[in-house]
């Protein structure tokens, strides 16, 4: 990993976080954030025990990665050894997102949501 820096935050608030969403200050190797969701909505109220179950495509198809065909050089200088921020106000961060003030070497975030509405 690159030489560590230290983060300054002057001011720093978030209304909400939730469904594996990461809020980090510092530095990390790698964040995984990972969320299913699955979301029944219906009309008139009923359950028929065979609900909650991910065998639906959108859980189960693998996520295509991006193509890495090509050769990438990259120098990064940090003139100074600080993150500096003044002043952050978030709403909310859901469904694996990440807010971070730092370094990491890798991020694999990923959200699967299926929303299934039943109305008479």
Do not use: W
Not at 5 to 26: N, P
Not at 40 to 51: K, M, N, T, W
């Amino acid at each position: 990993m690159k030489q560590a820096r230290i983060s300054l935050v002057g001011f720093f608030k978030v209304i909400e976080i939730k469904l594996s969403s990461i809020v980090q200050f510092g530095d990390s190797l790698c964040l995984t954030p990972e969320t299913k969701v699955l979301a029944v909505l219906r009309s008139q109220s009923s359950y028929y025990g065979d609900e909650g179950d991910f065998n639906y495509p959108i859980f189960t198809n693998p996520i295509p990665g991006p193509s890495l065909d090509e050769e990438l050089e990259m120098e990064i200088i940090n003139e100074s050894p600080y993150i500096k921020v003044e002043s952050i106000k978030i709403i909310g961060v859901s469904a694996s997102g990440i807010v971070q003030i730092g370094s990491n070497q890798c991020i694999d975030a990923e959200s699967r949501i299926k929303h299934i509405r039943q109305m008479i």
